[in-house]
Structure formats: C-alpha cells, structure tokens
C-alpha cells in the first residue's frame, strides 16, 4: 500500500470525516489502486487513528461505490470496468460537446487565455513527464471551460460524474502513456473556442472525450485479457 500520510486533526471536523475524507482521496488519487485490500488495522496505524473511524469510513466508501466488501475477505478499492467506463465518458461526451458548444459563445477574452495558458501548462507537464502535473493541469482546463458555459445546471451535472471521471483520467495518465493526442485535442478545442464557432467546439470536444474512452477501454481490455 502507497504511504497515504498521517492526518491533520482539526477540531472543528469530526474524525470520521476527517477518515473518510482521506481515504476518498487516496482512492481518486491513485494512492490506493483498483483492486488494493483495504486493512482496517493497517490504515489505522498508518493514519494514527483508532479502528473505529477507519471502519466508518469504510461502510461509508463501501455505499459510494469506492469500495466493495467480500465476504471472509475484507475490503478491496472498487474496480474499473469497462462498462463504469463506457457509460460514464458517453455522458461526459455529450455534455462536455455541450459546455463547448455554449462556452465558445460565451466565453470572455479572460477566459480564452486562461484556456490556452491551461493548455500550455498540460503540455510543459507532458514535457516534464509529471504524472500528476498533467492530471491537475487537464482538470483545471476542462474546468475554465465548462465555467465558461454559463450553465450552472450544467456544471452541476457534470460535477455529479466528478469522482468517477477524476478515477478515469488518474488510471489514463498514470498507466497509459498517450498524452500527445490530449495536447492536440486541447489545441483543437483552444482554436475553435478563440474562434467563437460553437458548432465545431461541440464536435471536437466530443471527439476528444470519445477518443479518450476509445483509448482507456482498449488498455483496460488488454490488461484484463493478459
């Protein structure tokens, strides 16, 4: 198990909380892996806490589809199958075709540049080859977009596939070398936001989370048929 790191007591927060907050970002970070059992003994002492919030934040992980209990077994950090991932980037296609189709009519001039400085940022992380530089840099660029939609029933929804799409691109960036396609496709969606073409925003924003699902499933095939 990667070192997940001792926690902060802060007094204002239950302990609980505090348990379940960490371990639900060690999850979506990648700290701890699909798959990986979850040791209530263990994590405590890795994190100096009693048992008794650990196990709380397990049943509460556990009812968010983090992680699954099997029986005589124990805990395991949930999988990602190929169908979490199908239906969850068809959704995200669509909507995010629709924040680029409503954010290139919308969008200020602010806004475009701080697009494309996000979008250089990716590319400086590629070139540095940090991992998690390109995951925060790919976020925050899809995020200046779907800000710039003006939608926040939209940007609700979107928020709702949050924990599962951040599980994906942590997966696709740090077992999958492909980033050349990503810099390309930000370009893409950069260029016809600047040029307030909100028809070819929605085309190719889609076709990038599309190719991006296209590319996860086909690895995720592999490694589960090798």
């Given at each position: ?18 348990v ?15 798959g ?49 991932v ?45 991992k ?17 939609s ?59 989370i ?9 690895q ?7």
């Open positions: 198990m990667k070192d997940i790191g001792r926690i902060e007591i802060e007094q204002y927060k239950p302990l609980r909380d505090i379940f907050e960490t371990l639900r970002e060690a999850i979506l970070s990648g700290k701890l892996k699909p990986e059992r979850v040791m209530e003994v263990q994590l405590a002492e890795k994190l100096g806490v009693s048992r008794t919030p650990v196990r709380e934040a397990i049943r509460k992980l556990e009812l968010e589809g983090l992680l699954v209990m099997i029986p005589r077994k124990g805990a395991y950090v949930a999988d990602v199958s190929i169908k979490d199908l239906n969850v980037l068809e959704i995200r296609a669509s909507l995010e075709g629709l924040a680029a189709s409503l954010a290139a009519e919308r969008i200020t001039d602010d806004e475009i540049k701080e697009l494309k400085e996000k979008a250089k940022e990716f590319e400086q992380m590629s070139k540095e080859n940090n998690e530089g390109m995951i925060q840099k790919d976020t925050e660029f899809h995020n200046v977009l779907l800000n710039a003006r939608n926040d029933k939209l940007v609700n929804i979107v928020e709702g596939l949050g924990d599962q799409v951040q599980r994906f691109r942590v997966i696709y960036f740090t077992e999958y070398k492909n980033d050349e396609n990503i810099k390309i496709e930000h370009s893409r969606i950069v260029d016809a936001i600047s040029k307030r073409d909100s028809e070819k925003a929605d085309e190719v924003a889609q076709e990038h599309g190719n991006i699902g296209n590319y996860l499933l086909n995720i095939t592999q490694k589960k048929e090798g």
